[in-house]
């Protein structure tokens, strides 16, 4: 892993290079919070922290480790995590008391020891999405249809519906307790689910197939593999449409108007940063 630092935002594209990390497992999905970087890989958690005034990684913490498959998410300001695994166990991991500052220690590797609460859960989970500061959502996919259940971070069940449909990913945000989802046997239209009240809307969709979804401060950013890139404002209306110039393998906002894409060239990755005001879009940033 190597990550970046952008002090100057997306203006003027100055850059610091942080200090690599190597691990010894596939990393999965990366979670950035305001203390640094949770880390999700095949088999563990990780928290990576480092210093922004020296530029440098300044440790790595392992917060838990599963036998088997799991997936995971993390509360927006990385105070508890909810992981699910293989063998329908839904784990929350309390780290309020856990003080980063005290655990850094140059750059050595940590072990973290969370209080946790185990639940058990009815069917395995695909995904879970931390709703807001108290909520997760659990996705469990059945063979016509997909379980939709809402726990508390204390592990109490709040709701549950069994949607007509298939999902395929889902990601929350735009509005509270809303979801934007693709479907596994519809890839033409996407799906925006309201929790509270509950009620699903079907969004068209003009891309071969929608591979990568993100939530921004002003709606969400929807990409295929291909390049094709369109922008949705909060409730789903078209705002935008941008080609990229490579194929793309993973996109994330940066800042309020930025839009960070990576594609593979040659033999290596690159990392291209799209600033959508030098676009024609029906936005005001």
Not at 44 to 68: M, N
């Amino acid at each position: 892993m190597e990550c970046q630092i952008y002090p100057d935002g997306i203006n003027r594209g100055e850059t610091f290079q942080l200090s690599r990390v190597q691990l010894s497992e596939s990393v999965q999905k990366l979670i950035g919070s305001p203390q640094g970087c949770f880390i999700i890989t095949d088999r563990s958690i990780y928290f990576l922290s480092y210093d922004t005034y020296e530029y440098s990684v300044v440790s790595i913490g392992l917060i838990a480790k599963e036998d088997g498959d799991f997936v995971a998410d993390v509360e927006t300001t990385g105070r508890w995590i909810a992981a699910a695994t293989s063998d329908k166990q839904l784990q929350l991991f309390d780290l309020r008391d856990w003080a980063i500052g005290s655990h850094v220690t140059g750059g050595q590797t940590l072990t973290i020891h969370p209080k946790s609460i185990a639940v058990e859960l009815q069917s395995a989970v695909s995904q879970l999405l931390v709703l807001d500061g108290r909520h997760v959502a659990a996705i469990a996919p059945g063979k016509t249809g997909t379980q939709l259940s809402v726990f508390t971070r204390r592990g109490t069940k709040v709701g549950s519906w069994m949607l007509p449909v298939l999902l395929k990913r889902a990601i929350a945000g735009g509005l509270p307790y809303r979801l934007l989802a693709t479907q596994a046997n519809n890839q033409r239209s996407l799906l925006l689910i309201d929790l509270k009240p509950f009620r699903i809307r079907q969004i068209n969709v003009e891309l071969p197939t929608p591979d990568f979804l993100a939530v921004t401060s002003w709606g969400y950013v929807v990409a295929s593999v291909l390049g094709k890139i369109i922008l949705l404002d909060r409730q789903g209306t078209l705002v935008g449409k941008i080609d990229a110039p490579q194929q793309i393998t993973a996109i994330a906002p940066i800042h309020t108007s930025g839009l960070m894409i990576a594609t593979v060239e040659g033999t290596g990755g690159v990392l291209m940063t799209l600033d959508l005001r030098q676009f024609d879009l029906d936005l005001l940033f």
